[in-house]
């Protein structure tokens, strides 16, 4: 199976949708004879032309007004935002219109929009460095997902463009240039169905986006120390795959969740809540949440990563968990 970087991934995935359907078209900052702020859309301008391909004016609440008038016009646009930090100021338009037009209309109109932007840091400051999709996945009607692999980023696309329902689709930075097998064949990814990424026996590790490579890495050197750790990958925040989790909890009865982003309020605290009400009596020990320092992201490099969660955090974490399994 050939290699393809997390950018290579969802170039493809755009690339055979555009070719498969042709109602498919790009919209964004950038995107176009630039290639994208993350070299995601590089070389579809000069295979599909501008109809196909448009740049967009520096205007966030433009762009998805604008893809939710094509999507209710029967077109399939897949918009880019530089950065989910800018969505706030396209928020009354992603919340209040495209999540809300099926429901507005009594079903009479949909709005298949995919909005595709970027989350992470990287001493970007501290109002380019947040991740708020929790906001997003609070939201009825809006779709949220976040891949870890560019096996999942493609399928998931994809199944992303032909979903009758809006999409948003968020993509960490520091993941693009990762690598992993991704088959030439056609395939989807189911949206809402979450993936055990590692089997274990002794502690679920819940986790998703770049955190699950940080507990992959963390479940490799407990398993010299003894401790079996079964990772769970939400891939999709709403809808929320809640069912894989509590299998899992069923079978290893410890749970640690991670997440790159602040705990309070957060997509830890909602599955923490959920395993409270349907896996209680299968736990041996308090479920244990890892996420960021709530304080606002440092520009400084050290401070920057002090602050975001890594593999030490997990395994102080696990090994709180175990106890004496340790």
């Known amino acids: 199976m050939p290699e393809l970087t997390f950018r290579e991934a969802l170039r493809q995935a755009l690339r055979e949708e555009m070719l498969r359907d042709e109602r498919v078209f790009l919209m964004g900052e950038d995107i176009g004879a630039y290639g994208g702020s993350y070299a995601v859309t590089r070389g579809l301008l000069e295979e599909f032309g501008e109809k196909r391909v448009k740049d967009t004016p520096i205007a966030e609440a433009a762009i ?4 939710t008038g094509a999507a209710m016009g029967g077109l399939k646009p897949v918009a880019e935002l530089m950065t989910i930090n800018f969505s706030l100021l396209a928020a009354d338009q992603i919340i209040n219109h495209l999540a809300k037009i099926y429901y507005m209309f009594g079903g009479q109109f949909t709005a298949p929009a995919v909005i595709r932007t970027a989350a992470g840091w990287g001493q970007l400051g501290a109002t380019h460095s947040q991740f708020l999709e929790v906001i997003y996945s609070h939201v009825p009607g809006l779709k949220v997902v976040m891949p870890s692999t560019p096996y999942d980023a493609k399928g998931l696309l994809k199944a992303a463009i032909r979903d009758p329902d809006p999409v948003l689709f968020i993509e960490h930075t520091l993941l693009y240039g990762i690598r992993g097998e991704v088959p030439d064949e056609e395939y989807l990814v189911p949206i809402g169905l979450a993936d055990v990424k590692r089997p274990g026996r002794d502690v679920t590790i ?18 010299a120390e003894g401790v079996d750790c079964e990772i769970v990958d939400l891939r999709t925040l709403r809808p929320l ?13 410890h749970v640690v969740i991670v997440e790159e982003d602040w705990k309070s309020f957060g997509v830890g605290a909602e599955v923490a809540a959920r395993i409270a009400e349907q896996a209680f009596d299968y736990l041996d020990a308090p479920v244990v949440r890892v996420g960021m320092l709530e304080v606002p992201m440092p520009y400084n490099r050290n401070l920057e990563r002090h602050v975001v969660p890594d593999e030490a955090d997990v395994l102080a974490a696990v090994r709180s968990v175990v106890g004496s399994r340790v």
């Open 64 to 67: 998805v007004g604008l893809a």
């Open 241 to 253: 795959d809640i069912e894989t989790v509590v299998e899992s909890v069923k079978k290893t009865n």
């Open 206 to 223: 819940v986790a998703y986006a770049r955190m699950v490579h940080v507990a992959m890495n963390a479940a490799r050197e407990l398993e």
